[in-house]
């Protein structure tokens, strides 16, 4: 039997892992890495390049350079142009990238590689989660399942850890910020709450150092660095590297030339924590609604888990030290950690017998939870429209959840069905995902109940059932089409194109 890999498809990095000899491992890449710089490089008149190299020749043609492409998707307005006039949008960027590591998997493991194991956000909805599935049937993978990015760092710590308790699992990536807390027991893993924010992430801290080196160097009398797109690429690039340098010193210096004249800005660590300050505090803001959500208060957390490669600023550490009254657990790599969780999933989902193997502690089960509650509009009494929470946030998936709706009048014909995506009561502070005409069947009488199924996947998608209860008649099944992604002709016509693409 073929081996399926977990993939951990991030914002600015992505890792690929396999279960070997009944151990997670992480894969080197074709560049004899273990991080793949998720960037994409068009060339004039040829096939893209992915990765490192790519990643390298932003700086020169950063108009040909497509990054942090995870933050698009499932945006339709979104789309990029190569040189030669093609477009492209997010789901194929990520479909290149995913095809390179299937492409560098297989070479490492001497075989085809056809399944995979795909990480997202536990904070991604319907729209997103979807897109990334669309991503790698794009790429000619089959995709096993999608599992949330902390839930796989859970599964991952789990190999060395054999606690059981609640642990708080803070993943700071470099585009998106989740927390999650969980309940390990006996080899069974239950998420209790999850909730995120999928702009935050290691880019955010990255843009307030810029901004900040950037007017430094203006008030020097140089430049604008952001208006021009060499210059601003240059600068992402030496800002990032002393975002890092600055884990493990006091004190960097970013240096920029333009136009042959060098401009030294000298940056403390004390002074990036106060201009990253705000971002920060919006993840202690998300921890402490996930804890009130879940009734939980911090002497109940057992552990705390870091998860990201954000995660390595000593800032982030000391805030988790003050709120939980411990020091974050250690001994795992917070880069690989998600991709090992994949892989064991991906391992799971292929029934072989890794968790049958002497001295490992892998999960015998995953309960996740939804990231986003659902429902429908429906009138009140008062004849006003509102919003009515169906399957709530941090559900546990897969559910199934029924609520009866009746007729407004006699021999009613049809009904107007919707599905939400939000907590509020108010519809227009909810996302409508879909909205459709269902007929009914003639001569019901007023008040006749309509009974809707509602069930959430274990890859967080959604389905919804209607049925006559006064007939006992099933009406039909909602088949979410999702207008903002992808429909099944393009997502065929977009993997035969990817067929005869090279990606180097």
């Not at 057992?302 to 709120?323: A, C, H, I, K």
């Not at 017998?353 to 429906?378: E, H, M, N, R």
Request: negative net charge.
């Amino acid at each position: 039997m073929a081996r399926a890999i977990g993939i951990d498809l991030g914002t600015t990095y992505s890792v690929i892992a396999v279960v070997r000899d009944g151990r997670p491992e992480i894969l080197v890449n074709g560049d004899g890495s273990y991080l793949t710089p998720s960037v994409v490089l068009f060339q004039p008149g040829g096939d893209p390049l992915v990765g490192e190299v790519a990643r390298r020749g932003a700086t020169e043609t950063p108009q040909d350079c497509v990054q942090f492409v995870k933050r698009h998707m499932g945006d339709p307005h979104w789309s990029v142009v190569d040189p030669d006039g093609q477009e492209y949008r997010p789901e194929q960027i990520s479909a290149i990238i995913l095809k390179r590591l299937v492409q560098d998997s297989a070479m490492a493991l001497g075989e085809e590689v056809r399944d995979v194991v795909i990480t997202v956000p536990a904070y991604f909805d319907d729209l997103r989660r979807t897109a990334t599935r669309h991503a790698g049937e794009i790429a000619g993978v089959d995709v096993l399942r999608l599992v949330n990015e902390p839930t796989a760092a859970a599964v991952g710590y789990g190999i060395t850890q054999r606690e059981s308790g609640l642990f708080l699992i803070y993943d700071l990536g470099g585009g998106t910020f989740d927390v999650t807390i969980l309940r390990s027991e006996k080899g069974e893993f239950e998420v209790i709450g999850t909730d995120g924010d999928r702009n935050l992430g290691g880019f955010d801290f990255d843009n307030e150092l810029m901004q900040h080196v950037s007017t430094v160097v203006r008030g020097m009398g140089g430049p604008e660095l952001t208006d021009d797109l060499v210059l601003e690429a240059d600068l992402r690039d030496k800002c990032e590297l002393a975002k890092r340098r600055l884990s493990t010193a006091d004190h960097t210096i970013v240096t920029v030339v333009v136009g042959g004249r060098r401009f030294r800005v000298g940056v403390t660590r004390a002074e990036f924590e106060a201009m990253t300050s705000d971002l920060l505090e919006r993840t202690e803001i998300i921890i402490e609604g996930v804890l009130a959500d879940a009734g939980l208060a911090w002497d109940r957390i057992d552990q705390v888990l870091l998860v990201g490669g954000s995660t390595r600023m000593p800032m982030v550490r000391e805030l988790v030290q003050r709120l939980s009254g411990r020091a974050p657990a250690t001994g795992v790599n917070p880069d690989e950690v998600v991709a090992l969780g994949a892989a064991i999933v991906a391992d799971q989902a292929k029934a072989q017998a890794s968790a049958s193997i002497p001295g490992l502690a892998v999960p015998t089960t995953i309960q996740d939870v939804t990231s986003q509650a659902l429902g429908t509009t429906v009138l009140d009494h008062a004849g006003q429209v509102f919003n009515d929470i169906i399957i709530p946030r941090n559900s546990s998936i897969p559910c199934l959840v029924e609520k009866t709706y009746v007729t407004v009048m006699t021999d009613q014909r049809t009904m107007l069905v919707d599905i939400t995506e939000g907590d509020s009561d108010d519809p227009q502070y909810v996302a409508k995902l879909i909205e459709r005409e269902v007929p009914l069947p003639p001569g019901l009488p007023r008040q006749a109940p309509i009974r809707h199924v509602m069930r959430y996947d274990v890859d967080g998608l959604i389905h919804l059932e209607l049925i006559d209860d006064a007939n006992h008649r099933h009406l039909g099944e909602i088949d979410l089409d999702r207008p903002l992604n992808l429909d099944r002709a393009e997502v065929d016509r977009m993997r035969h194109e990817m067929r005869d693409l090279e990606v180097q």
